[in-house]
């Protein structure tokens, strides 16, 4: 039996990509290996979205290619855009396959079989298919529901290389989930560059809020969680939906990108601070428990000490759980690379350390605000230090570790009251 090794990049899209490619070669009579040097075959799952993750691409490519007699596939948003160059340009490569290419993977794995070299990053439109595929069952799983981008944010490549946004059908999504349920998972993150345009193009009439009911419903789905919305589309349905189907957690991923209207605006985001804040206002007074996180970039072009302070102020006044912050990369076809980079780098990390050292306060903060409370914890297992310590995630989305000395399985609800907070995860006990 054939082995294939698999390297992912990049956001939880890939992720999921690489479950299905993993399932394809399983298909086709190949064992999964963590080991390159045993495999047969090896992908690497790449990310555009700023600069430092696609230059990883070639340092990994050089190590792979030490391996005797190795297949080497690259795909993703770097294998969207380069195409044919990558085959030119990197010898060792054998295919080079696209975001909307993994369905022909199959005849792409036989040609290479075969001794050819093969690219394909043709793409598709308005409407995307997905069979249901096996992987490695856990109490999690990522659902794609949509792919690609409209919005064209100035700085952001994934409308080049993801393309235009298009959506699943209902009933395949519904399918796939059924497919999950079955075989132990309870916990569903539906998964989509900007969820809150599901359906727009789609002949039946269906939206994201629908089809958090239809979800829902689905008896053995314990947990329903969504990534990403943008704050334009972030509706009052949408709340009503959040609140009306009980397994949809409280928490919300909801990008603000920067604390300035100056900056939200050359970044083409389409909202003020104001408007972001009055929504999320409404969504932390109608859902009991909510936990937010946002994506900051801070350095863009033309950012100034004032804008940045906004930026500081806006994580202060907003109290984000978690925050994920960037320096600013220019990319190729993007709006912004027409204007000049000027931030110097050692601005751009000051400001990424002060960023995320007021975030730490914030979150110790919030952190403490568990302490005596009894929360709802999925059991995704043994902790990884202590096997006499069970380990899942509260309805927030954070990692609580907890004893019992009830008999608890993998996938259980337990209630677990909360005694300890450290900086990133909670301890318990269960009641
Ligand atoms: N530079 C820095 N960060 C970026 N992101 C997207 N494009 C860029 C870029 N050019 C960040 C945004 C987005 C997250 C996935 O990556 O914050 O929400
Ligand atoms: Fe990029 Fe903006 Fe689309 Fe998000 S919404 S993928 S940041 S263009």
């Known amino acids: 039996m054939g082995k294939v090794y698999i390297r992912t990049f990049g956001c939880q899209m890939n992720t999921y990509d690489s479950e299905r490619i993993a399932s394809i070669f399983n298909e086709m009579g190949f064992s999964y290996t963590e080991n390159p040097e045993e495999a047969d075959f090896a992908v690497i799952n790449t990310c555009s979205v700023r600069e430092k993750p696609q230059q990883k691409v070639k340092s990994e490519i050089g190590r792979l290619k030490r391996v005797n007699g190795i297949k080497i ?122 969820v809150n345009s599901y359906g727009k193009n789609l ?7 629908k089809l958090l009911y239809m979800v829902n419903d689905i008896k053995e789905v314990k947990r329903i969680r969504f990534v990403t919305s943008h704050p334009k589309d972030f509706s009052d349905e949408l709340i009503e939906a959040m609140i009306e189907n009980e397994k949809v957690m409280p928490y919300l991923h909801l990008p603000l990108q920067a604390g300035s209207d100056n900056i939200l605006k050359k970044m083409n985001r389409k909202y003020s601070y104001g408007e972001y804040l009055e929504k999320v206002a409404k969504a932390k007074e109608r859902i009991p428990g909510l936990a937010l996180s946002s994506d900051f970039i801070v350095g863009f072009p033309g950012e100034t000490d004032a804008d940045f302070e906004d930026t500081l102020r806006a994580i202060e006044e907003i109290e984000y759980e978690t925050i994920f912050a960037f320096k600013y990369s220019p990319r190729p076809k993007t709006k912004a690379f027409n204007l000049e980079d000027n931030i110097p780098d050692d601005i751009k990390s000051s400001r990424l350390d002060a960023l995320l050292k ?74």
């Open 358 to 431: 007021k975030q730490e306060k914030i979150t110790r903060k919030l952190m403490k605000k568990y302490l005596g409370q009894i929360c709802e914890v999925l059991v995704e297992g043994m902790s990884k230090k202590d096997d006499s310590i069970y380990s899942g995630r509260n309805p927030q989305n954070r990692i609580v570790n907890f004893k019992s000395n009830k008999n608890i399985k993998t996938g259980d609800l337990v209630s677990v009251k909360i005694m300890e907070a450290k900086k990133n995860s909670l301890f318990g006990l269960s009641v």
């Open 203 to 209: 002949d039946e009439n269906i939206n994201f809020p």
């Open 73 to 194: 596939g690259v795909c993703g948003c770097v294998a969207q855009q380069e195409g044919e160059k990558f085959l030119d340009n990197f010898k060792d490569v054998s295919f080079v396959f696209g975001t909307d290419a993994i369905g022909r993977l199959y005849e792409i794995i036989d040609l290479v079989q075969k001794g050819q070299r093969v690219c394909d990053t043709s793409t598709n439109e308005g409407e995307i298919s997905i069979p249901s595929f096996s992987r490695e069952t856990s109490v999690s799983a990522f659902v794609t529901i949509m792919k690609g981008c409209d919005n064209f944010c100035s700085y952001c490549i994934v409308p080049y290389v993801r393309g235009r946004e298009k959506s699943r059908k209902a009933e395949e999504i519904i399918r796939e989930i059924n497919y999950l349920v079955e075989n132990g998972v309870r916990e569903i993150t539906l998964l989509g560059q900007n």
